[in-house]
């Protein structure tokens, strides 16, 4: 069925009816909400670009003082600075022919990623010659997996989506990392489920919105996780007062058969180079670099050096991370036996909470995955705008204070507002990822509730 419809005319002749108000509002808001997110993301390429040139040497690195600029300025970029020491200057195609070093350097191609981002990374350096034409080949590849975010968060949430569209965070770190792409299948994973109406059977829809998250993994893993909710919910919601537990099975076989199809040829064509990506982040210590709680929370034992402590956190910090996966989960069949509706998507938002506070990393751009959470469950807006608050602290302040290590200025926590200003953002984020972890849990899930509501009031 079309969207067109026909009225009769006076003289009898048949014309095409106008569209409904509510129709062409809709359309309007999705063409804002597009249009608002170019702009922002323009502003995001234009922060970031304020490290590149003037001047380049000739290994293609910007100049002068590119070193002190980064941190001094707050425009430091890993697009911009991984131009030097992957080999992705030298236009070399990813994994293929990588190795890792005993001491964890990557050489031969490859790069700490999983194999899209590789690819990703490979194409926006093919017509570069400096720094500053990889940081703007990546950000026009990126870009329009900015503006389908946006769009696809339009259709879901409405003027809700207005913080994706105009969100600091967009503009801080869109072209930090390459994570527009992960977030793009994330939110269309949502979308295959919730968003293309319900003339498909929801087990089919599922197995699109798992392969979506098969193919996020691919670029940056954490979409996995969101695979055991899914299927939770197909489980509980396919079949009206029964367990499909044929279709909940469909969703993890189809999101590793993703993961899988996209990983052999890699693995198939450079097995130590695609094993590098996973080894590299296994080796990765706890640092000043890394933001996470373990290093903050545990000084001074939690020097790189000290290898009892970063032994601890290899195996200390997995742990947890799965354990408030499965805090996560249970939470939402209680939800489930109270409420008749798996709330998946508030689960995935617990399960990312949970990542972020207890992985032994949490990179900036890490705020570009939860975004799309506040636009899509109803949080309260004290806590969307503290945690956003929080955020741009730590954001400005991580790259200011590492500009005072350097210059041996007002390091201390008594002595600047850079180091003040790194321990807001460190433990504001801490405190406020546990008050959303609960917050996630309790929200009503407006997208998973409409699914059906004839579903029986109790399961046995």
């Known amino acids: 069925m079309t969207d067109t419809a026909v009225d009769a005319a006076p003289d009898g ?12 509002a809709g359309r309007v808001m999705l063409v804002v909400l597009v249009l608002l997110t170019g702009v922002t993301l323009l502003l995001g390429y234009a922060n970031k670009a304020r490290c590149v040139g003037p001047e380049f040497d000739a290994t293609g690195r910007s100049g002068p003082d590119y070193e002190v600029r980064i941190d001094r300025d707050v425009c430091y970029s890993d697009i911009q600075h991984l131009w030097l020491g992957r080999d992705i200057d030298q236009h070399v195609f990813p994994y293929v022919a990588g190795s890792i070093t005993p001491e964890g350097a990557l050489v031969g191609g490859s790069v700490e990623y999983p194999v ?88 089919d829809r599922a ?6 998250l098969g193919l996020g993994f691919a670029f940056k893993l954490y979409p996995g996780a969101f695979v055991l909710p899914l299927a939770l919910y197909v489980l ?39 094993r590098a990506s996973f080894t590299f982040q296994q080796m990765r210590k706890v640092d000043l670099t890394t933001n996470s709680i373990w290093y903050w929370g545990f000084r001074p034992e939690s020097d790189p050096d000290n290898k009892a402590f970063q032994s601890l956190m290899d195996w200390l910090s997995p742990t947890l991370v799965l354990l408030s996966f499965a805090v996560a989960a249970a ?18 938002a617990a399960i990312l909470c949970g990542f972020l506070l207890l992985h032994k990393v ?63 953002g460190v433990w504001g984020r801490a405190v406020l990822l546990v008050v959303l972890f609960v917050v ?16 029986p009031a109790a399961h046995g």
């Open 362 to 424: 949490h990179s900036p751009q890490y705020t570009l995955w939860l975004l799309p959470f506040f636009v899509l469950l109803q949080v309260p807006w004290r806590w969307v705008v503290g945690y956003l608050a929080v955020d741009l602290v730590m954001g400005i302040g991580i790259f200011r204070w590492f500009y005072t290590l350097d210059t041996g200025v007002g390091i201390g926590i008594y002595e600047g507002l850079a180091a003040q200003a790194v321990a807001v």
């Open 331 to 348: 939470v939402g069949l209680w939800r489930w036996r109270r409420e008749s509706v798996y709330p998946w998507i508030g689960v995935s």
């Open 116 to 203: 899209l981002t590789g690819v990703l990374i490979w194409a926006g350096a093919l017509l570069a010659d400096n720094d500053g034409e990889f940081l703007l080949g990546s950000a026009l590849l990126m870009a329009p997996f900015g503006l389908l975010t946006g769009w696809l968060l339009g259709r879901l949430a409405r003027w809700r989506a207005l913080l994706w569209a105009l969100g600091p965070p967009v503009v801080l770190y869109a072209f930090h990392n390459w994570d527009l792409p992960v977030v793009a299948c994330a939110v269309g994973a949502v979308f295959a489920l919730h968003g293309m109406g319900s003339r498909r059977p929801l087990a």
């Open 440 to 455: 996630f849990l309790r929200t009503p899930d407006p997208l998973a509730a409409r699914e059906r509501t004839d579903v």
């Open 207 to 212: 197995l699109v919105a798992a392969v979506l």
């Open 236 to 274: 509980t919601m396919s079949r009206p007062g029964s367990l499909d537990w044929r279709g909940a099975l469909r969703v993890p076989l189809a999101a590793a058969a993703t993961v899988v199809l996209v990983n052999l040829p890699f693995a198939l064509g450079g097995y130590e180079g695609w």
């Open 13 to 24: 002749t048949r014309q095409p009816a106008a569209r409904p108000p509510h129709a062409v």
